[in-house]
């Protein structure tokens, strides 16, 4: 069965964050420090998913998907990140797959989108191995709990964006700004999903996937210091957490200054390279990249950006047969070393509220969405094993360092209600859902 679903995230939906015994986050502290996030937005109440997720659940059913991804939320089962557990946090997410089941909604459930408890980070976070041990041991609490009735597991969510803007530049939580010396916390993330994966294994789950997010990299033109520079971002943004996994080694990191990945122990590549059920794939835009000016450049690397396509609210560009590229290239590349593939994330942001008729006509997501399902087909067609397309996002929600004002939802939020109101872009899709030949 094709998977077709929505996919949110913890801290972006849910709110509670001082219910019922949930620890803190590092996103809690982050957004509570005046300037990291537009306009002082938190995610305390965010779409109050933990009290309405029943509205959710109907939401999700009677738009005609199969499959929801959503992320736990670690601090809320663990609120020290390990230790001592929360039952109140696990019935949370018992509940909520349960609705799931009984909706016909196949639950895949992430286990780190970015919110590590603020314990763990006070011991060093991802800087520090032991957080590898410790996703580990949650991965086995909450498989114990759920993996009977949950069948497809993530361990991360985008481990390349969560080390850039968390650990390089400082725009996420934990805010710190190590530029290259961040890279120890890729290959700690991912010595976790190798644990973790384990550890999910050994407590009934059936399907282990990661999420990474890639983009196809563009070089601004046919000159070879761009083609060298579009080699070294290709390696940093989707070789370098892919090829561990994949293919059981680093890439060539000598365009970075390095003559071999850093904090790399022996029998570490063994555990992060173990077989896959799944990848999955979040799609945005292709990056178009050239080399760096200046003599002695930061980065191998310059953003060249690209012109000549529309941009969502956020200024991103839509290029939907990117979609295609991405995959197909990941095919070539990779080629029977490349799992099955799901899309766990394809969306858009748009300047979306309710007109004067009360609809939300969100015509740019419409085509958005039209194009990058066709895109989908493509791949598949050119012989590419995809298995499951999710949608960025079943509801406005918290846009991490743009707080509420980019809305990604095919169901619009009134924050300051929590009033809930498919957009056009909704009931397009459950259209489409609809017809047998997709
Ligand atoms: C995902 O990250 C996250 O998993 C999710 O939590 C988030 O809400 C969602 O996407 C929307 O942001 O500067 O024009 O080249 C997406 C990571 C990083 C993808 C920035 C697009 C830059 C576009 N994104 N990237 S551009």
């Known amino acids: 069965m094709f998977l077709w679903g929505t996919a949110t995230a913890a801290y972006q939906i849910e709110g509670a964050a001082a219910e019922d015994g949930r620890g803190r986050s590092i996103w809690d502290t982050f957004s509570h420090e005046p300037g990291k996030v537009r306009d002082g937005h938190t995610g305390d109440i965010a779409c109050d998913h933990y009290h309405r997720w029943p509205e959710d659940v109907r939401l999700m059913a009677d738009l005609g998907v199969n499959s929801y991804r959503f992320s736990i939320s670690w601090s809320r089962v663990l609120p020290a990140g390990r230790g001592a557990v929360n039952p109140a946090g696990l019935d949370f997410y018992d509940r909520l797959v349960d609705g799931l089941c009984a909706a016909g909604i196949v639950p895949a459930a992430t286990l780190f989108h970015w919110d590590l408890p603020q314990a763990l980070e006070d011991e060093g976070g991802w800087l520090n191995r032991d957080t590898a041990r410790h996703l580990a041991d949650y991965a086995a609490l909450a498989a114990e709990r759920l993996a009977d009735r949950v069948p497809m597991w993530i361990t991360l969510n985008e481990p390349f964006i969560h080390m850039v803007f968390g650990y390089a530049l400082g725009t ?240 619009h939020v009134d924050f300051p209600t929590g009033h809930r109101t498919p957009k056009a872009s909704y009931h397009w899709l459950k259209e489409f859902l609809r017809t047998p030949e997709r």
């Open 172 to 411: 996420h939580a934990p805010g710190r700004t190590l530029f290259l010396d961040a890279l120890p916390a890729a290959h700690h993330q991912l010595l976790g999903h190798g644990l973790a994966t384990q550890a999910l294994r050994a407590a009934g789950a059936r399907q282990v996937l990661i999420t990474n997010n890639h983009s196809p990299v563009w070089p601004d033109s046919g000159a070879p210091a761009d083609l060298a520079a579009a080699e070294a971002y290709d390696t940093l943004h989707n070789r370098l957490f892919t090829d561990p996994l994949l293919l059981g080694a680093y890439p060539d990191l000598s365009a970075f200054g390095l003559e071999a990945a850093p904090a790399v122990r022996d029998g570490d590549l063994e555990i992060i390279a173990q077989p896959l059920d799944g990848l999955g794939v979040n799609y945005y835009n292709p990056t178009r990249v050239r080399a760096p000016a200046g003599d002695a450049p930061p980065l191998p690397f310059e953003d060249a950006g690209i012109t000549g396509h529309p941009t969502t609210a956020f200024g991103w560009p839509v290029v939907p047969d990117g979609l295609r590229e991405l995959l197909t290239g990941m095919k070539d590349r990779y080629g029977d070393a490349l799992p099955p593939v799901y899309v766990t994330e394809n969306g858009c942001s748009q300047p979306d509220e309710p007109g004067p008729d009360g609809v939300v006509h969100d015509q740019a997501r419409i085509d958005f969405l039209a194009g990058h399902l066709d895109a989908l087909r493509a791949a598949r067609d050119a012989g590419v094993d995809v298995r499951g397309y999710y949608v960025w996002s079943l509801l406005d929600n918290f846009e991490w360092a743009e707080g509420y004002h980019q809305r990604f939802g095919l169901v």
